[in-house]
Protein backbone atom coordinates (compact mmCIF):
# COMPACT_ATOMS: atom_id res chain seq x y z
CA UNK A 1 0.00 0.00 0.00
CA UNK A 2 1.64 3.34 -0.74
CA UNK A 3 -0.82 5.71 0.99
CA UNK A 4 -2.66 8.65 -0.20
CA UNK A 5 -1.18 10.30 -2.97
CA UNK A 6 -2.15 13.69 -4.11
CA UNK A 7 -1.58 15.41 -7.49
CA UNK A 8 0.13 17.11 -8.28
CA UNK A 9 2.24 18.41 -6.04
CA UNK A 10 2.45 21.89 -6.38
CA UNK A 11 0.05 24.23 -9.25
CA UNK A 12 0.81 27.90 -10.29
CA UNK A 13 -2.18 29.56 -11.89
CA UNK A 14 -3.02 32.98 -13.14
CA UNK A 15 -6.37 34.81 -11.20
CA UNK A 16 -9.31 33.51 -13.04
CA UNK A 17 -8.26 29.84 -14.09
CA UNK A 18 -9.74 26.77 -13.18
CA UNK A 19 -7.35 24.12 -11.48
CA UNK A 20 -8.14 20.45 -10.12
CA UNK A 21 -6.76 18.20 -7.99
CA UNK A 22 -7.09 14.42 -7.84
CA UNK A 23 -6.45 12.34 -4.76
CA UNK A 24 -6.05 8.43 -4.65
CA UNK A 25 -7.13 7.05 -0.91
CA UNK A 26 -5.94 3.85 0.25
CA UNK A 27 -7.82 1.34 -1.66
CA UNK A 28 -9.55 -0.83 1.75
CA UNK A 29 -10.49 2.94 2.91
CA UNK A 30 -14.40 3.86 2.13
CA UNK A 31 -14.24 7.46 3.40
CA UNK A 32 -12.22 10.51 1.89
CA UNK A 33 -11.72 13.90 3.34
CA UNK A 34 -10.70 17.03 1.57
CA UNK A 35 -8.84 19.96 4.04
CA UNK A 36 -7.51 22.69 3.26
CA UNK A 37 -4.38 24.46 5.15
CA UNK A 38 -2.78 28.09 5.14
CA UNK A 39 0.45 29.48 6.60
CA UNK A 40 0.52 28.85 10.42
CA UNK A 41 -3.17 27.35 10.49
CA UNK A 42 -3.98 24.09 11.08
CA UNK A 43 -6.46 22.00 8.39
CA UNK A 44 -9.76 23.40 7.85
CA UNK A 45 -12.43 20.86 6.95
CA UNK A 46 -13.78 21.96 3.65
CA UNK A 47 -16.15 18.26 2.74
CA UNK A 48 -16.07 14.18 2.85
CA UNK A 49 -17.44 11.31 0.74
CA UNK A 50 -18.43 8.00 2.30
CA UNK A 51 -17.89 6.08 -0.73
CA UNK A 52 -19.26 7.60 -3.52
CA UNK A 53 -21.84 10.03 -1.51
CA UNK A 54 -20.73 13.68 -0.52
CA UNK A 55 -22.18 13.90 3.03
CA UNK A 56 -21.00 16.95 4.13
CA UNK A 57 -19.89 19.85 2.89
CA UNK A 58 -18.05 22.98 4.89
CA UNK A 59 -19.51 26.70 4.48
CA UNK A 60 -15.95 27.68 3.27
CA UNK A 61 -16.42 25.57 0.20
CA UNK A 62 -17.91 28.48 -2.15
CA UNK A 63 -20.23 27.68 -5.24
CA UNK A 64 -16.56 27.94 -7.10
CA UNK A 65 -15.18 24.73 -5.33
CA UNK A 66 -16.73 21.26 -6.13
CA UNK A 67 -15.56 17.66 -5.39
CA UNK A 68 -16.48 14.62 -6.76
CA UNK A 69 -16.24 10.74 -5.94
CA UNK A 70 -17.18 8.46 -9.05
CA UNK A 71 -17.35 5.16 -8.79
CA UNK A 72 -16.04 5.36 -4.32
CA UNK A 73 -12.21 5.78 -5.48
CA UNK A 74 -10.36 8.48 -6.79
CA UNK A 75 -11.61 12.03 -5.89
CA UNK A 76 -11.21 15.50 -7.67
CA UNK A 77 -11.63 18.61 -6.33
CA UNK A 78 -12.07 21.05 -8.60
CA UNK A 79 -11.75 25.60 -8.38
CA UNK A 80 -13.16 27.63 -11.02
CA UNK A 81 -12.08 31.15 -11.28
CA UNK A 82 -9.55 30.97 -9.06
CA UNK A 83 -8.64 33.98 -6.45
CA UNK A 84 -5.44 34.74 -4.41
CA UNK A 85 -7.20 33.89 -1.51
CA UNK A 86 -7.37 30.28 -2.53
CA UNK A 87 -3.32 30.07 -2.28
CA UNK A 88 -3.51 27.16 0.11
CA UNK A 89 -2.33 23.57 0.88
CA UNK A 90 -5.18 21.36 -0.18
CA UNK A 91 -4.98 18.05 1.74
CA UNK A 92 -6.70 14.70 1.10
CA UNK A 93 -7.07 12.45 3.92
CA UNK A 94 -8.65 8.80 3.87
CA UNK A 95 -10.22 6.52 6.58
CA UNK A 96 -11.90 2.90 7.35
CA UNK A 97 -15.37 3.19 8.83
CA UNK A 98 -14.90 2.13 12.37
CA UNK A 99 -15.00 3.30 15.45
CA UNK A 100 -11.40 5.42 15.55
CA UNK A 101 -11.76 7.82 12.81
CA UNK A 102 -7.99 7.85 12.17
CA UNK A 103 -7.43 10.15 9.10
CA UNK A 104 -4.33 9.26 7.18
CA UNK A 105 -3.49 11.81 5.33
CA UNK A 106 -1.86 12.56 1.59
CA UNK A 107 1.37 15.16 1.34
CA UNK A 108 -0.97 17.46 0.03
CA UNK A 109 -0.81 19.63 -3.30
CA UNK A 110 -0.25 23.59 -2.99
CA UNK A 111 -1.57 26.00 -5.29
CA UNK A 112 -0.24 29.55 -5.54
CA UNK A 113 -2.71 32.41 -7.36
CA UNK A 114 -0.83 35.02 -9.02
CA UNK B 1 -19.46 24.22 16.70
CA UNK B 2 -16.10 21.63 17.88
CA UNK B 3 -13.38 24.57 19.09
CA UNK B 4 -9.66 23.29 19.72
CA UNK B 5 -6.82 25.84 21.00
CA UNK B 6 -3.59 25.13 21.02
CA UNK B 7 -0.33 26.57 22.83
CA UNK B 8 2.15 28.26 22.86
CA UNK B 9 2.04 29.26 19.15
CA UNK B 10 6.13 28.05 19.17
CA UNK B 11 8.59 26.30 21.76
CA UNK B 12 11.94 26.48 21.09
CA UNK B 13 13.68 23.42 23.34
CA UNK B 14 17.62 22.56 23.85
CA UNK B 15 18.42 19.32 22.93
CA UNK B 16 17.43 17.07 26.56
CA UNK B 17 15.04 20.01 27.73
CA UNK B 18 11.39 18.47 28.31
CA UNK B 19 8.07 20.40 27.98
CA UNK B 20 4.28 20.12 27.34
CA UNK B 21 2.26 21.35 24.46
CA UNK B 22 -1.57 22.41 25.57
CA UNK B 23 -4.87 21.50 23.45
CA UNK B 24 -7.93 23.17 24.98
CA UNK B 25 -11.12 21.83 23.28
CA UNK B 26 -14.88 21.99 23.41
CA UNK B 27 -16.80 19.68 21.39
CA UNK B 28 -20.39 18.21 21.67
CA UNK B 29 -19.62 14.40 22.82
CA UNK B 30 -16.33 13.96 22.71
CA UNK B 31 -15.32 10.70 20.29
CA UNK B 32 -11.85 10.95 20.24
CA UNK B 33 -8.80 13.04 20.79
CA UNK B 34 -6.33 13.00 17.71
CA UNK B 35 -2.36 13.80 17.93
CA UNK B 36 -0.48 14.54 14.44
CA UNK B 37 2.95 15.69 13.84
CA UNK B 38 3.43 17.91 10.47
CA UNK B 39 7.22 18.70 9.43
CA UNK B 40 6.99 21.24 6.64
CA UNK B 41 5.17 20.87 2.89
CA UNK B 42 4.06 17.74 4.36
CA UNK B 43 0.71 16.04 5.30
CA UNK B 44 -0.19 15.62 8.98
CA UNK B 45 1.69 11.65 10.27
CA UNK B 46 -0.82 10.39 12.72
CA UNK B 47 0.69 10.19 16.14
CA UNK B 48 -2.01 9.18 19.14
CA UNK B 49 -6.01 9.14 19.70
CA UNK B 50 -7.15 9.46 23.17
CA UNK B 51 -10.58 8.38 23.63
CA UNK B 52 -11.77 9.51 27.74
CA UNK B 53 -10.48 11.45 30.64
CA UNK B 54 -7.45 9.70 32.17
CA UNK B 55 -6.13 7.74 29.16
CA UNK B 56 -2.45 8.00 28.83
CA UNK B 57 -0.37 7.06 25.50
CA UNK B 58 3.18 6.71 24.77
CA UNK B 59 5.59 6.58 21.91
CA UNK B 60 9.35 6.99 22.07
CA UNK B 61 9.91 10.50 23.47
CA UNK B 62 5.92 11.44 23.26
CA UNK B 63 3.13 10.80 25.79
CA UNK B 64 -0.13 12.06 25.20
CA UNK B 65 -3.08 13.14 28.02
CA UNK B 66 -6.11 13.90 28.45
CA UNK B 67 -8.92 15.51 30.29
CA UNK B 68 -12.22 16.49 29.97
CA UNK B 69 -10.89 20.05 28.71
CA UNK B 70 -7.88 19.65 27.28
CA UNK B 71 -5.10 17.41 26.36
CA UNK B 72 -1.11 17.71 26.95
CA UNK B 73 1.80 16.17 24.73
CA UNK B 74 4.64 15.90 26.80
CA UNK B 75 8.22 15.81 25.16
CA UNK B 76 10.81 14.16 27.33
CA UNK B 77 14.29 14.91 26.53
CA UNK B 78 13.80 16.07 22.95
CA UNK B 79 16.17 15.44 20.03
CA UNK B 80 16.06 17.58 16.68
CA UNK B 81 14.55 15.48 15.06
CA UNK B 82 11.35 15.98 17.12
CA UNK B 83 11.26 19.40 15.43
CA UNK B 84 8.01 19.52 13.87
CA UNK B 85 4.11 21.28 14.34
CA UNK B 86 2.02 19.21 16.70
CA UNK B 87 -1.27 19.50 15.53
CA UNK B 88 -4.64 18.47 18.07
CA UNK B 89 -8.06 17.74 16.41
CA UNK B 90 -11.29 16.54 17.93
CA UNK B 91 -13.84 14.80 16.67
CA UNK B 92 -17.83 14.59 18.24
CA UNK B 93 -19.98 11.83 18.82
CA UNK B 94 -22.16 13.30 15.95
CA UNK B 95 -19.67 13.48 13.25
CA UNK B 96 -16.91 11.94 10.92
CA UNK B 97 -14.99 15.01 10.51
CA UNK B 98 -11.91 16.10 12.49
CA UNK B 99 -11.55 20.00 13.79
CA UNK B 100 -8.04 20.61 14.15
CA UNK B 101 -6.01 23.70 16.57
CA UNK B 102 -3.54 25.79 14.71
CA UNK B 103 -0.58 23.76 16.14
CA UNK B 104 2.67 24.57 18.08
CA UNK B 105 5.80 24.76 16.24
CA UNK B 106 8.75 22.63 18.10
CA UNK B 107 12.10 23.36 17.31
CA UNK B 108 14.83 21.42 19.18
CA UNK B 109 18.75 22.93 18.97
CA UNK B 110 21.48 20.39 19.29
Known amino acids: DTGVSQDPRHKITKRGQNVTFRCDPI?????LYWYRQTLGQGPEFLTY????????KSRLLSDRFSAERPKGSFSTLEIQRTEQGDSAMYLC????????????FGAGSRLTVL | EDQVTQSPEALRLQEGESSSLNCSYTVSGLRGLFWYRQDPGKGPEFLFTLYSAGEEKEKERLKATLTKKESFLHITAPKPEDSATYLC???????????FGAGTTVTVRA
Open chain 1, 49 to 56: FQNEAQLE
Open chain 1, 93 to 104: ASSFVSGANVLT
Open chain 2, 89 to 99: AVQGSNDYKLS
Open chain 1, 27 to 31: SEHNR
